[in-house]
């Protein structure tokens, strides 16, 4: 019962983070046995958390959820009650096929795509505004990040905005364009400036 809001780091990703910034630290994180990770987010049925499956079962389509959703309010093709509708729609379709040749049945479809467009994903700021209405407490932005963390990881298919501010943070350590030297220009005559002038030098 994590709080509201709440968007768990990917743990195969910080133990990479962790490798670079201190490699004894992340060897001693890693399990030995840590399996490595078969896909990053969520493509299809099989790579959903069982609450994410149990949450499309236990929804009651009452549409409280998109009714206080700001992108579906806003014209947006995004509906949160869709997106667990579609889940459940596609375990119906897919998981037949599970029970009967096993876990890597395949049927050429995906839940995002088929089902579920970027569009739609995309649309989403991750109000939380559809959790907190819903009555049998499902978590819709968690499903909805996965699938992001799906496009972005595997198939680097961020929207131009994104993959702009992911550039800044690479080569800026910040979302802007601007250089890490220029950060502190806005305090040029202030007394702070000298201050921060010492800090810099001293690294
Ligand atoms: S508010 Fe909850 S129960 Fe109602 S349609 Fe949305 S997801 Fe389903
Ligand atoms: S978190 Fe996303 S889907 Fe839910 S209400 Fe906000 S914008 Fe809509």
Same mark, same amino acid.
Request: overall charge negative; aromatic content about 10%.
């Given at each position: 019962?994590? /709080?509201? @809001? +709440?968007?768990?780091?990917?743990?195969?990703?910080?133990?990479?983070?962790?490798?670079?910034?201190?490699?004894?630290?992340?060897?001693?994180?890693?399990?030995?046995?840590?399996?490595?990770?078969?896909? !990053? @987010?969520?493509?299809?049925? %099989?790579?959903?958390?069982?609450?994410? +499956?149990?949450?499309?079962?236990?929804?009651?389509?009452? @549409?409280?959820?998109?009714?206080?959703? /700001?992108? *579906?309010?806003?014209?947006?093709?995004?509906? /949160?009650?869709?997106?667990?509708?579609?889940?459940?729609?596609?375990?119906?379709?897919?998981?037949?096929?599970?029970?009967?040749?096993?876990?890597?049945?395949?049927?050429?479809?995906?839940?995002?795509?088929?089902?579920?467009?970027? %569009?739609?994903?995309? =649309?989403?700021?991750?109000? *939380? =505004?559809?959790?907190? %209405?819903?009555?049998? &407490?499902?978590?819709?932005?968690?499903?909805?990040?996965?699938?992001?963390? +799906?496009?972005?990881?595997?198939?680097?298919?961020?929207?131009? @905005?994104?993959?702009?501010? !992911?550039? *800044?943070? %690479?080569? &800026?350590?910040? /979302?802007?364009?601007?250089?890490?030297?220029?950060?502190?220009?806005?305090?040029?005559?202030?007394?702070?400036?000298?201050?921060?002038?010492?800090?810099?030098?001293?690294?």
């Amino acid at each position: 019962m994590e /709080p509201l @809001g +709440y968007l768990p780091n990917m743990e195969s990703v910080t133990r990479e983070v962790k490798l670079m910034m201190n490699p004894e630290t992340a060897f001693a994180a890693a399990p030995a046995d840590a399996p490595a990770p078969s896909r !990053f @987010g969520v493509k299809d049925v %099989e790579d959903v958390t069982w609450k994410n +499956y149990f949450d499309s079962l236990a929804c009651t389509e009452c @549409g409280r959820c998109t009714s206080v959703c /700001p992108a *579906n309010i806003t014209g947006k093709r995004l509906s /949160p009650r869709k997106i667990f509708i579609d889940l459940r729609a596609r375990m119906k379709e897919k998981g037949p096929g599970f029970v009967k040749s096993g876990k890597e049945f395949n049927d050429g479809k995906s839940l995002l795509s088929d089902y579920i467009t970027a %569009e739609e994903l995309w =649309a989403c700021t991750t109000c *939380n =505004a559809c959790a907190q %209405e819903c009555p049998v &407490n499902i978590n819709h932005p968690s499903l909805i990040v996965e699938m992001r963390r +799906y496009l972005v990881m595997e198939e680097a298919a961020a929207p131009t @905005g994104l993959n702009m501010m !992911f550039n *800044n943070i %690479e080569n &800026n350590g910040a /979302p802007w364009q601007f250089s890490p030297q220029d950060r502190m220009k806005w305090a040029e005559g202030l007394e702070i400036w000298d201050a921060w002038e010492r800090m810099w030098r001293c690294g």
